[in-house]
């Protein structure tokens, strides 16, 4: 598998990691990802590594780099799906994913990247408001 | 990797299949999507396969089979993201993806499900209308 694919919902990207990270899928990724953000004018990256049973330190950096280029083009990141064994390994091993915020699925982190981009200088995000709104309606 | 993540985006579960399908991953994915289905009463299923560069008759069997058990549970399936040229090898191969429908993208695919969900019966498909919305809000 060469690359990773990307997904467009809305304003947001969204990146699911199934697969072993080695050198070149992560910089075909970091390529990828800032090429997409700025074709497509996206306000968020969501990363969904429920996949992933081990998080090590060169995941780890390839993420907090990924929110960083992001940052520089105006998206936010927020890593979703991260699971239970996974988060204890990472403060058991001292690993903090400095400057990467995570969510518990992508849901609540679309929610996440919404409130925070509403809350940035009266910016409108519309596009996936209805995943927030949804079990209100329903 | 053991099992191809399902994530959960209001009313629908979207399914990204990026690594070589074999015959127990094949079983793993129709036994998780069919519980989440159930679990969480998904109205539709979307499986993007933009990462695929092969649609054989067993990747094909496969998506037909998903099709048709999520149909069974009250769900529809759209498959999305399909390469130029894994279509072009499809109908050259003689291959048709029977009772599968397809979209070219995520977005196209959801708004495709959400049409759908509300012609049926009157039911009521709030979750995932921002992305319908999106443009003429914005």
Redesign the interface.
């Given at each position: 598998?060469e690359?990773?694919?990307i997904?467009?919902?809305?304003?947001f990207l969204?990146v699911?990691i199934?697969?072993?990270m080695h050198d070149r899928l992560a910089m075909t990724l970091q390529d990828d990802l800032t090429n997409r953000i700025t074709q497509t004018n996206a306000r968020g990256v969501l990363i969904?590594i429920?996949?992933l049973e081990i998080v090590d330190s060169f995941i780890g950096r390839i993420l907090g780099n990924i929110a960083k280029m992001s940052q520089v083009l105006d998206a936010q990141t927020v890593v979703v799906?991260m699971q239970p064994a996974v988060a204890i390994t990472l403060v058991e091993l001292g690993l903090s994913l400095t400057g990467v915020r995570t969510a518990l699925?992508?849901?609540k982190g679309m929610t996440l990247l919404q409130r925070s981009l509403r809350r940035d200088s009266g910016y409108?995000v519309?596009?996936?408001?209805?995943?927030l709104?949804?079990?209100a309606?329903?």
């Open positions: 598998m690359r990773i694919p997904l467009q919902m809305g304003e969204l699911t199934q697969v072993d969904d429920s996949a799906g699925n992508v849901e409108r519309s596009t996936p408001r209805g995943f709104d949804g079990d309606q329903a």
